[in-house]
């Protein structure tokens, strides 16, 4: 299992059983810790991003809620059995479980340590996938199509359209809009899911089984891989997501995110946190050839 925070991107052969590539990019972004997991245990791969609780809470490591609950939540999933949605269950319930212990008060929502996830665990024909958040999976086909598997949820689309409206001379974005930014987080599992101890993070799960009948490839990242946007709540390019990895794999798709980002170093004309958010990112490239069209899930 990969939980450096050091940046790196590696490429390297999936399990014998799947006969496919593995793209692999985990990088830490501008702030003092990488909140982002990479997970490859196996069949087993994922990536989750843990958000920093809004009591700056950290543990006797120096850890951040919001690594703790990525952390927590990927070695579970590596360590468990049964099915993927099963394993997020555990997950949410280990990350209860370390609250409490680290004298968390669960009813102060503001104060809950939180990660998002996107799972999948590879088969002979076929994969199964489990997703929460704003980290997402996406399916490239043979034929050129791309399909966003799970849904787009933008979270902070009305903050970051607030902060552009502010004048240059507005202190930083965690002071100027402290109030809107505790009003969108008290919004999990209300508006969005996380896994975050709460029983009803559960409602929020997107899971399945897929086949991998026509498919090139499947790409699983945080939301530190999202092309930055002028206008906060616009649609995401997804047609120039996919070409810009079909051109360059997911460190063509991390160097034109980075780019944009240096030119806007006061994150105002591609509003946002800051400068650089961690990346936890894989892609599987599937060969030709492997997979009978007509074969289907059980």
């Known amino acids: 299992m990969l939980l450096s925070p050091e940046p790196q991107t590696a490429v390297s052969p999936a399990p014998a059983r799947s006969r496919c590539a593995l793209e692999t990019l985990h990088e830490q972004g501008s702030g003092l810790q990488n909140e982002d997991v990479l997970l490859r245990a196996g069949d087993l791969l994922g990536v989750f991003d843990g958000a920093t609780s809004l009591d700056g809470f950290l543990d006797r490591d120096g850890a951040t809620g919001g690594y703790r609950a990525a952390q927590l939540a990927a070695q579970v999933f590596a360590d468990e059995p049964g099915d993927l949605a099963s394993r997020a269950q555990r997950a949410n319930r280990a990350i209860r479980s370390a609250q409490h212990d680290h004298g968390i008060p669960l009813e102060q929502r503001q104060r809950l340590w939180s990660t998002s996830m996107a799972v999948t ?24 199509r791309h399909e966003l598997l799970t849904p787009e ?44 101890g709460e029983p009803k993070s559960l409602s929020f799960l997107s899971h399945g089984r897929r086949s991998l009948s026509d498919l090139a490839g499947i790409l699983l990242f945080t939301d530190g891989l999202l092309l930055p946007k002028s206008e906060p709540g616009e649609a995401t390019d997804w047609q120039w997501f996919a070409d810009l990895y079909r051109l360059g794999g997911l460190a063509g798709i991390r160097n034109h995110v980075r780019m944009l980002q240096r030119q806007d170093p006061d994150c105002r004309q591609f509003p946002r946190f800051k400068r650089h958010d961690d990346i936890a990112a894989v892609a599987i490239t599937l060969p030709a050839g492997t997979v009978s069209p007509h074969h289907k899930p059980h």
């Not at 974005?173 to 919004?187: G, W």
Request: net charge negative; glycine share 6%.
């Open 153 to 196: 949820i933008d979270i902070d689309a009305e903050t970051l359209l607030q902060w552009k409206r502010l004048p240059a001379s507005a202190p930083p974005i965690q002071i100027s809009l402290a109030s809107q930014i505790l009003a969108v987080r008290l919004q999990m599992n209300v508006r969005y899911g996380v896994l975050n």
């Open 121 to 144: 665990r590879l088969h002979d024909g076929w994969f199964e996938y489990c997703q929460i958040g704003d980290s997402m999976i996406l399916l490239l086909y043979r034929d050129g």
